[in-house]
């Protein structure tokens, strides 16, 4: 099993550290606002990674964090916390109480996306809120080392004194968005020093480290230590983590500790863009998985339409494209609910084929070409493939198990027509124009499936 490392920028073989249990941290939400479909690719990616650990027979234990307090909606570190502007919006007062239930009410929103898409629960799943102390106490440890300073604003972490800073986006320590950081807090020693504890004199944590809250970055690397140890061996996230948050939680967590590499494997996704523009919440240009259902259109075609691209590729969302994918879901239904309720045996021969394929950094798009294979192999017989399909889902997660055989249904006098001049000619062995009218009747709302019993209409 390999999958690309971001930190390493190649496919590397994957062991984890401990034979007996894969530890995995998945940044979570920030939940002032509803979830975009953007946003849940991250987790859907990250729920066929997780499948497919436990598919190769491996233990997991993966974490979530939902961010609620400490996410500026600046990198800068500067502007509005996320929640703030999300209590301001909501027309609420600026309480932490307020700002827990808003947080509540988002996070719970978040929770029914992922069960529309099929996406398992982690083994936990927690608000950073709960978690401040183990923040204050990983900023102590910075500060103890020498790591940190405190300005105006709050307290910074010094990437001067960590040699390699930058070392997952390539060791490149400047770039273009390093001026506005300058221009934003002069205070500032470098560019790029990130902020640890942000002050905050209306709405914060009164602690010894003065009033107010924890940086982003330090929440995810305290929770992470927190649930996983010092060191574990995978962390996930999209793209735009890459060049500040995961590169600031590397900063802080291995300073901290003085183990290298904090996170063995760092694996991201890319951005589901529409119109050429990566959907965002701050610029309330974004689909809700809600917007998907209000067309009509099933949230697993979504995920379907995902994993019809590697989770590497960038995609652009559109509902013709989406369209097309949920026919090609509801056919694969049809022709699944076909095979009769008998279920043989795996294909060992296709099984290995899928594990090849999906185990080399979650090849989902080879993956469902060879289902296809398998619904179309005239050499297997109907309970076999059934096993098989049922098999490959364990990892894909397009809900085969759960699908209900479908009410008999009459067939119209045209398509009773169009099957049996295809049957005459399948006799004839005219198989040209036995396609033409397959390809007819499949426009038109239907499909035959071709059996040792003769052939079945089923509507698509």
């Given amino acids: 099993m390999q999958f690309y490392n971001t930190l390493t920028r190649k496919k590397e073989i994957f062991l984890p550290i401990n034979p007996k249990e894969v530890r995995m941290y998945s940044c979570g939400p920030t939940v002032y606002d509803y979830a975009h479909i953007g946003n849940l690719r991250a987790y859907v990616f990250t729920d066929i990674l997780c499948r497919t650990l436990r598919y190769d027979g491996l233990k997991l234990k993966q974490i979530m964090n939902i961010t609620d307090v400490g996410h500026l909606?600046?990198?800068?570190?500067?502007?509005?916390?996320?929640?703030?502007?999300?209590?301001?919006?909501?027309?609420?007062?600026?309480t932490l109480k307020n700002m827990r239930e808003l947080a509540e009410f988002y996070a719970e929103s978040f929770k029914k996306d992922l069960h529309l898409l099929n996406v398992k629960m982690p083994s936990g799943m927690y608000f950073a809120s709960d978690y401040i102390k183990e923040d204050v106490d990983l900023i102590k440890r910075l500060e103890e080392k020498g790591y940190t300073y405190k300005i105006s604003d709050g307290i910074y972490f010094d990437i001067s004194k960590m040699p390699d800073y930058g070392i997952l986006r390539g060791g490149i320590a400047?770039?273009?968005?390093?001026?506005?950081?300058?221009?934003?807090?002069?205070?500032?020693?470098?560019?790029?020093?990130?902020?640890?504890?942000?002050?905050?004199d209306k709405i914060g944590f009164d602690l010894e480290l003065g009033k107010g809250?924890?940086?982003?970055?330090?929440?995810?690397?305290?929770?992470?230590?927190?649930?996983?140890?010092?060191?574990f061996d995978i962390h996930t996230g999209g793209i735009d983590h890459i060049s500040i948050h995961h590169t600031n939680e590397i900063a802080q967590s291995e300073c901290a500790t003085g183990k290298k590499p904090s996170v063995r494997f760092w694996m991201h996704n890319e951005h589901v863009d529409f119109g050429g523009v990566k959907m965002a919440k701050s610029d309330r240009n974004f689909f809700k998985l809600g917007s998907i259902v209000e067309k009509g259109i099933a949230p697993l075609a979504y995920r379907f339409w995902l994993?019809?691209?590697?989770?590497?590729?960038?995609?652009?969302?559109?509902?013709?494209?989406?369209?097309?994918?949920?026919?090609?879901?509801k056919r694969l239904y049809g022709l699944y609910l076909g095979l009769g309720n008998d279920i043989g045996?795996?294909?060992?021969?296709?099984?290995?084929?899928?594990?090849?394929?999906?185990?080399?950094?979650?090849?989902?798009?080879?993956?469902?070409?060879?289902?296809?294979?398998?619904?179309?192999?005239?050499?297997?017989?109907?309970?076999?493939?059934?096993?098989?399909?049922?098999?490959?889902?364990?990892?894909?997660?397009l809900g085969f198990e759960n699908i209900k055989e479908a009410k008999r249904?009459?067939?119209?006098?045209?398509?009773?027509?169009?099957?049996?001049?295809?049957?005459?000619?399948?006799?004839?062995?005219?198989?040209?124009?036995s396609d033409k009218l397959r390809d007819k009747i499949?426009?038109?709302?239907?499909?035959?499936?071709?059996?040792?019993?003769?052939?079945?209409?089923?509507k698509n």
């Fill in 345 to 397: 045996h795996v294909h060992k021969e296709y099984q290995n084929k899928f594990k090849e394929y999906i185990e080399d950094d979650l090849d989902t798009p080879r993956a469902l070409t060879l289902l296809w294979d398998v619904v179309k192999d005239e050499n297997m017989s109907d309970k076999d493939k059934k096993a098989t399909i049922l098999d490959f889902d364990k990892v894909l997660g």
């Fill in 174 to 200: 400047k770039r273009e968005e390093s001026k506005n950081r300058i221009a934003e807090n002069p205070e500032k020693k470098n560019p790029e020093d990130f902020v640890l504890w942000k002050f905050d």
């Fill in 73 to 94: 909606t600046s990198d800068a570190d500067s502007g509005e916390d996320k929640m703030t502007k999300g209590l301001l919006r909501e027309g609420k007062e600026l």
């Fill in 307 to 329: 994993l019809m691209a590697h989770y590497r590729t960038k995609m652009n969302f559109n509902y013709s494209a989406l369209e097309g994918a949920e026919t090609a879901l």
């Fill in 213 to 231: 809250f924890p940086g982003w970055h330090i929440e995810c690397s305290a929770m992470s230590m927190h649930f996983l140890g010092e060191q």
């Fill in 409 to 433: 249904i009459s067939i119209p006098e045209n398509i009773l027509k169009l099957a049996n001049e295809r049957e005459q000619a399948r006799k004839d062995k005219d198989f040209k124009k």
């Fill in 442 to 458: 499949n426009s038109m709302g239907y499909d035959i499936k071709d059996t040792p019993q003769g052939s079945k209409i089923l």
